[in-house]
C-alpha cells in the first residue's frame, strides 16, 4: 500500500508547479479572464511540452503515461486556475482512446495529443471546451458520441467562470463503440484532479491571507472561528485528494474498482471545491467579495467542474445502492 | 502509487485470518464485566499465538510489523469482530514508551506481563482542572526516602478498575516553568492510598474512573525517563495513541455502516433517494477515512514524519461515526432508541468520539497551529 508519487511524477509535479507559477500567475488569469480570451501563450508552451498528449497512448502520438500523471498535471492546472482549453481537450481524448474504435482513435488522437486539435467534452447543456473546439464527445444518457466540429451546432455560453470557454452542444455525430461508463470513470478522475488543484490553492491563499492580516492587534487567523475554517478546508482538500487519488491510480491499475473509486472521487471533489472556495471567500472577509481579490476565480472554476463532475447527490445515492447490491451478491 | 499489499503483507494478513477464524471470540456480550472478560480472555489468546503486539520488536515478543502491517493486524481484528485487547493502553501506548525511555531493567521487569495481559495498565494524565490543558496538572510527587510520594487527583482513568499500572504525570518541581516540572511514574494500583471510583456515563455503563490519590507510594525505580522530563516522555505516548487504533475503528465504523445499510435495503427504504444519499454519503466518509489513513502511513514511511493526514482522521472518524448512529436513528426509528439495543447504544457512546482521545476543538487547533502553520490562537 503506497500512495507516494514515483520520481518522475513527482517530476512532473514540480516541473508543472513552478512553470504555471512562472507563465501562469493570478494577472495573467486575469488578463484573460477580463478580455474573454485564453492564453495562446500558455496553450502553445503546453502543446510544445507534449502536455496534452501526456496519456494518450505512444501509438497515437502521446506520450503513453497514465490516468495518475494526467492527474498530476490537471492538479497543478486547477492550482493555477490556468485560463487554457486544456481540460476540454484532455476529456475527449481520454474518452476517444478508451472507448472509441480504431478508426475514431487514428482519426482524432494525433491531433489532440500535439494539440493541432482542441477538443471538447461534456453533456449538451455544458461542454467545457465547446467553443472553437474541433471534435467535442458528448454524453447523454449514458452513452456518448462524438462530433467533428462541422457536424456540431455549438452555442458559447457565458458562464459565471470567465477563466475557459463553454458551450451548448447539438448534433448527431457518431457513437463511441466500447465501454462508456469507464471512459465516464476516467473523466471523472481527471475533473477531480483539477478541483483537488482548486481546493489546495484556495486554502493556501487562505493560510497566507489570514496569517497577515490584523485585527484587534493579532493576525485574525489567531483566532479559533478563523483557524478552525481553514483546518476544515484542510480535511475537505485532503479528503477529495485521497478519493481523487484512488480513482486515479484504479483507472491505470485496478480497472474492476474504478467504478467504486470514481464514484467517490464524484461525490467527494465537487462538494469539497465548492464549500473550500466558498470557505476562502468568507475567510477572506470584505476583500474576498470584491473582483479586485483572486479568490472568487477559484469559486468559480469550483462550480464549474463540479457541475462537469455531476451532482454529488447523485453520486452518493448511486454508491449507496452499490454497496447494498455488492452486500447481497 | 501502488494501493494493493505486497506478497509479504497478504501473506501476514492471510496468516492472522488464518488464525482468527480458528480463535473466533465468539459473540460480544453486553454487560459490562463480562465484556472486560471477554477482552481479557482474547487478549490471552492473541498473546499464546504471538499476536498480542504485533508492531512490538521480536526480542520483545513482538514481530516487527511494519506500520502497514500493523494497520492490517488491526483492521483484520475489526473484521473478524473480535475485541481490542483488555491491555490496549499497555500494549499501544505504556510498551512503546518505555522502549523508548525506560531503563533496560524496566523493560525486563514491565513488558512480558503488558504482552501476556497479566498486568493491566492505565492512563493517568487528565485531570479535572487540566484536560485539554495537560501542562496544568495539580498532582503532586515529593521524594522519599528511595522513591516518591504522590497526592492528587485524576479522572477519565479508562479500565482503572481492572489496572496493576498507572501510567502517572505529576508535578516534582512547582517553581518551574509549567511543561518543566513534570514527571512520568509508573504507579502501582494495588495500594490503599489509590482509590477508584467509577464515573457513570450517558450510557450507563463506566468506562471511566476518577482516581483518588493520598500518599501513594512509588519505588524510585518506577521513574521514567528522569526527573522533570514528563511532559516530553508524556508526549511519546500521545503520539502512540491516535496512530494504531484509527484502522480498528475504521474497520469498525465500516462493518457497521455495511450492517445499517443492509437493513435499510432489506426494508426497502433504499428507494428513497433521501435515504439512499445520506447512507452514501456516510460510505464516501468511511472510504475516505480509510484512504486518508493509509495515506498517513505513506507519509510516515517514506518521510519518517506523520503528513498533515495523522491528524485528520481521528476527527474524520468521530464525525462519521457519530453522524452512522443519527442515521440509524433516523432511518430504523424508535427501534434504534431502545436501550440494550447496539444502535440505541451506539447513539450514546458516539458523543464521547469527539471528546476521548482529544476533543475535535483541540484536532482543530493542531491542524491549524501545526499543519497549517498558522499564528498560534491566544492564550490568556
Redesign the interface.
Known amino acids: 500500500?503506497?500512495?507516494?508519487?514515483?520520481e518522475d511524477?513527482q517530476t512532473i509535479k514540480a516541473t508543472a508547479r513552478e512553470l504555471l507559477a512562472d507563465r501562469s500567475p493570478m494577472a495573467r488569469v486575469r488578463e484573460a479572464a477580463e478580455s474573454g480570451a485564453a492564453d495562446d501563450d500558455l496553450r502553445r508552451e503546453l502543446c510544445e511540452l507534449g502536455w496534452p498528449g501526456i496519456a494518450v497512448p505512444e501509438k497515437h502520438g502521446g506520450q503513453g503515461l497514465g490516468a495518475?500523471e494526467l492527474a498530476v498535471l490537471l492538479e497543478e492546472l486547477g492550482y493555477a486556475v490556468a485560463a487554457t482549453p486544456f481540460l476540454g481537450s484532455v476529456l475527449a481524448a481520454a474518452a476517444i482512446a478508451h472507448a472509441g474504435d480504431d478508426g475514431q482513435r487514428a482519426r482524432w488522437l494525433p491531433g489532440l495529443a500535439s494539440g493541432e486539435l482542441a477538443g471538447a467534452f461534456g453533456g449538451p447543456a455544458l461542454a467545457v471546451g465547446a467553443p472553437g473546439a474541433d471534435v467535442l464527445v458528448l454524453v447523454e444518457g449514458g452513452a456518448a458520441r462524438v462530433l467533428a466540429a462541422a457536424d456540431a451546432d455549438v452555442e458559447p455560453l457565458a458562464t459565471v467562470d470567465p477563466t475557459r470557454a463553454y458551450g451548448r452542444v447539438a448534433g448527431e455525430g457518431e457513437p463511441l463503440p466500447g465501454d462508456v461508463a469507464g471512459a465516464l470513470d476516467r473523466g471523472a478522475a481527471a475533473i477531480a484532479a483539477e478541483l483537488v488543484g482548486v481546493c489546495q490553492r484556495a486554502?493556501d491563499m487562505t493560510?497566507a491571507y489570514?496569517?497577515e492580516r490584523r485585527q484587534f492587534g493579532?493576525?485574525v487567523?489567531?483566532?479559533?472561528a478563523v483557524?478552525?475554517r481553514?483546518?476544515?478546508m484542510?480535511?475537505q482538500t485532503?479528503?477529495a485528494?485521497?478519493?481523487t487519488?484512488?480513482a486515479a491510480?484504479?483507472a491505470d491499475?485496478?480497472p474492476d474498482r474504478l467504478a467504486e473509486a470514481a464514484g467517490?472521487a464524484r461525490?467527494?471533489a465537487g462538494t469539497a471545491a465548492t464549500e473550500v472556495t466558498g470557505s476562502a471567500i468568507q475567510a477572506h472577509g470584505g476583500i474576498g467579495f470584491t473582483w479586485e481579490a483572486d479568490v472568487h476565480w477559484l469559486f468559480k472554476r469550483a462550480q464549474l467542474d463540479a457541475a462537469l463532475l455531476g451532482g454529488g447527490?447523485t453520486?452518493?445515492?448511486?454508491?449507496?445502492?452499490l454497496?447494498?447490491g455488492r452486500?447481497?451478491a | 502509487?501502488?494501493?494493493?499489499?505486497s506478497e509479504r503483507?497478504l501473506a501476514f494478513r492471510d496468516e492472522l485470518r488464518a488464525w482468527l477464524a480458528a480463535n473466533d471470540p465468539g459473540p460480544e456480550p453486553a454487560e459490562e464485566r463480562a465484556h472486560y472478560a471477554w477482552r481479557r480472555d482474547f487478549q490471552r489468546r492473541l498473546y499464546e499465538g504471538g499476536w498480542a503486539a504485533v508492531h512490538w520488536p521480536p526480542e520483545h515478543g513482538g514481530r516487527g510489523a511494519t506500520l502497514?502491517e500493523s494497520?492490517i493486524f488491526f483492521e483484520e481484528l475489526g473484521r473478524a469482530r473480535a475485541p481490542l485487547p483488555a491491555n490496549v493502553l499497555g500494549i499501544l501506548l505504556g510498551g512503546p514508551t518505555l522502549m523508548v525511555w525506560g531503563t533496560d531493567a524496566q523493560k525486563d521487569r514491565f513488558l512480558g506481563p503488558i504482552l501476556s495481559g497479566e498486568e493491566i495498565w492505565c492512563q493517568g494524565f487528565s485531570e479535572p482542572d487540566a484536560g485539554s490543558d495537560l501542562a496544568a496538572l495539580k498532582t503532586r510527587a515529593v521524594p522519599d526516602g528511595d522513591g516518591w510520594r504522590v497526592t492528587g487527583q485524576k479522572v477519565w482513568t479508562s479500565g482503572a478498575q481492572y489496572s496493576k499500572w498507572c501510567m502517572l504525570v505529576a508535578r516534582t518541581d512547582t517553581e518551574a516553568a509549567k511543561h518543566k516540572g513534570l514527571t512520568y511514574f509508573l504507579m502501582d494500583m494495588e495500594q490503599d492510598a489509590v482509590q477508584v471510583r467509577p464515573l457513570r456515563q450517558i450510557t450507563g455503563e463506566s468506562e471511566f474512573n476518577e482516581l483518588f490519590i493520598e500518599d501513594a507510594w512509588i519505588a524510585g525505580d518506577c521513574l521514567v525517563g528522569g526527573v522533570g522530563n514528563g511532559w516530553k516522555v508524556a508526549l511519546t505516548t500521545l503520539m502512540n495513541e491516535r496512530a494504531g487504533l484509527a484502522f480498528f475503528l475504521q474497520v469498525r465504523l465500516r462493518r457497521m455502516l455495511?450492517d445499517l445499510?443492509?437493513e435499510?435495503?432489506a426494508r426497502g427504504l433504499?428507494e428513497d433517494?433521501v435515504?439512499?444519499?445520506r447512507?452514501?454519503?456516510l460510505?464516501?466518509k468511511a472510504?475516505?477515512l480509510r484512504?486518508?489513513a493509509?495515506?498517513g502511513?505513506?507519509a510516515i514511511?517514506?518521510y519518517g514524519q506523520p503528513g498533515?493526514?495523522g491528524s485528520?482522521t481521528k476527527?474524520?472518524w468521530s464525525d462519521a461515526n457519530q453522524e452512522l448512529a443519527q442515521v440509524a436513528a433516523d432511518v430504523l426509528g424508535p427501534e434504534a432508541l431502545l436501550q440494550g439495543t447496539r444502535w440505541g447504544y451506539e447513539l450514546m457512546r458516539a458523543r464521547g468520539n469527539s471528546i476521548e482521545g482529544g476533543t475535535t476543538?483541540i484536532?482543530?487547533?493542531i491542524?491549524?497551529?501545526r499543519?497549517?502553520?498558522?499564528?498560534?490562537?491566544?492564550r490568556a
Open positions: 500500500m503506497n500512495f507516494g508519487f514515483s511524477q495518475v486554502l493560510v489570514v496569517s493579532i493576525p487567523g489567531a483566532f479559533q483557524a478552525h481553514c483546518a476544515q484542510l480535511l485532503e479528503g485528494r485521497s478519493a487519488y484512488f491510480w484504479a491499475a485496478a467517490l461525490a467527494a447527490s453520486a452518493r445515492i448511486a454508491l449507496a445502492r454497496v447494498a452486500a447481497a | 502509487m501502488d494501493l494493493t499489499f503483507e502497514t494497520a455495511d445499510i443492509d435499510a435495503a433504499l433517494d435515504v439512499a444519499d447512507l452514501g454519503a460510505h464516501v472510504e475516505i484512504l486518508t493509509y495515506r502511513l505513506t514511511e517514506r498533515p493526514e485528520l476527527w474524520m476543538e484536532l482543530k487547533n491542524v491549524a497551529e499543519v497549517l502553520g498558522l499564528p498560534r490562537a491566544g
